[in-house]
């Protein structure tokens, strides 16, 4: 079977890195494009330079070389964005008694999730914390400071989520959630469901979130239609933007009431993120918002990894690929539409920038073995994932079969390099 293990190249890394003053040019030969184009993209600042066809394009200059790399057999993409990780908690399924808040302990799995999703092909993280309660300020603290240690290879970004931000106690959470802010979390959330007042929590994550120019990302069932048009309602023209997730509740509600919510929520301009892969520890029930219905009513429907192997989900993998394949295999999506869940309308969650390989787009991009977009979320094992213009990681998996009459036959596929003993 093959192997999948992600490496992330460091700076000194010769595939396209030049350190710290910024990425060297980069020839990306002899790849495949959706549309079936075999091209060569140079790519150079951070960004595509030029897309030609194969073999047009000059490896840079005397002055300024390019570096080459060889994408023959490779499908490239625009990279996808990770819209829903918990970094705080991922990688701890395993591990006996509680799990740890202490920021040496956080800051080493934020980092191991990142760079695991980052393998995947995600250049781009949203990273939910837990702020408050025992942990207070020093799981955040310890994300950020992930953050920073992966600054060149993936952009990871925090929300900051408190328990209770009504009545008595929510006043302690409300100075937590300015205090977060303050630190660094770019993002405000939480769940509303587990306050005893979810439209009041929701009201003053809004506010605080308005007052300070912050996206919201809120966690939410979204089982109670009443509670989500009022939501919408306070929801319509925030900028930069409203965020919920994962709304499996939805795919619970009379097939009438959930389209009068999708439309409500599309005109608020309110983006769903649903988890195909399975849960979050935020949320109580899983399962996957109805994606279709949502995507009818014009609402923008990204698709994240939520629970990366903790309690939640034991075995969460984190690939925004596999995401993509549920959503096609499972809930009757296109591939195209399933990797845009993943990819642009995931980026645009994110408040990123558009990316397509065209020239004067960002170099954010995603190589995997392959020649069509389906293929790919099938058996997309090996991958070469390009942040800001530089290889940061490869992922090489080989099939080999043992000697056969079935397996020497020329006319069948074959990677294997050497027979198996």
């Not at 109670?224 to 939501?231: I, K, M, Q, V, Y």
């Amino acid at each position: 079977m093959p192997d999948s293990q992600p490496q992330p190249h460091p700076p000194s890394d010769p595939s396209g890195s030049s350190g710290p003053s910024g990425p060297a040019a980069l020839l990306l030969c002899g790849a495949r494009l959706t549309d079936g184009r075999t091209v060569d993209v140079r790519l150079g600042g951070g960004r595509i330079e030029a897309v030609g066809t194969s073999g047009s394009l000059g490896a840079g200059t005397a002055r300024t070389p390019a570096t080459r790399v060889d994408l023959s057999g490779y499908l490239l993409l625009p990279a996808p964005a990770e819209a829903h990780a918990h970094g705080d908690t991922a990688l701890t399924a395993e591990r006996p008694g509680p799990v740890s808040y202490a920021p040496e302990d956080v800051q080493r799995r934020a980092t191991e999730a990142a760079l695991l999703q980052l393998g995947h092909g995600a250049t781009a993280l949203r990273a939910h914390v837990r702020v408050g309660d025992v942990q207070g300020l020093g799981a955040l603290g310890a994300v950020l400071q992930a953050r920073r240690s992966l600054r060149g290879l993936a952009e990871l970004t925090a929300v900051a989520m408190p328990r209770l931000l009504t009545g008595v106690a929510g006043g302690e959470g409300l100075a937590m959630l300015r205090d977060a802010v303050k630190m660094g979390a770019s993002v405000v959330g939480g769940c509303p469901d587990h306050d005893p007042d979810p439209a009041g929590y929701a009201e003053a994550v809004l506010e605080l979130a308005s007052e300070h120019g912050c996206p919201v990302d809120l966690h939410t069932d979204a089982a109670d239609p009443a509670r989500l048009s009022r939501l919408a309602a306070m929801a319509a023209g925030l900028r930069p933007g409203v965020t919920i997730g994962p709304c499996a509740g939805l795919a619970r509600l009379p097939a009438d009431a959930a389209s009068r919510v999708a439309e409500q929520l599309a005109a608020a301009g309110v983006t769903v993120v649903c988890l195909p892969q399975g849960g979050c520890g935020s949320t109580d029930r899983r399962g996957t918002a109805p994606v279709r219905l949502l995507r009818a009513a014009g609402v923008r429907v990204a698709a994240g990894s939520g629970a990366l192997r903790d309690v939640s989900n034991p075995v969460g993998r984190g690939d925004p690929l596999e995401a993509a394949y549920l959503l096609a295999s499972v809930h009757g999506l296109r591939p195209e539409e399933a990797y845009d869940a993943v990819c642009a309308s995931a980026r645009a969650a994110l408040g990123l920038p558009e990316v397509r390989v065209e020239a004067g787009f960002p170099a954010e991009l995603l190589a995997v073995r392959g020649d069509r977009l389906a293929g790919a979320l099938s058996l997309a094992y090996s991958r070469i994932v390009v942040h800001r213009g530089r290889v940061v990681a490869r992922t090489s998996a080989v099939r080999e079969y043992c000697g056969s009459a079935t397996a020497a036959d020329p006319g069948l596929p074959r990677q294997g390099r050497k027979e198996l003993s």
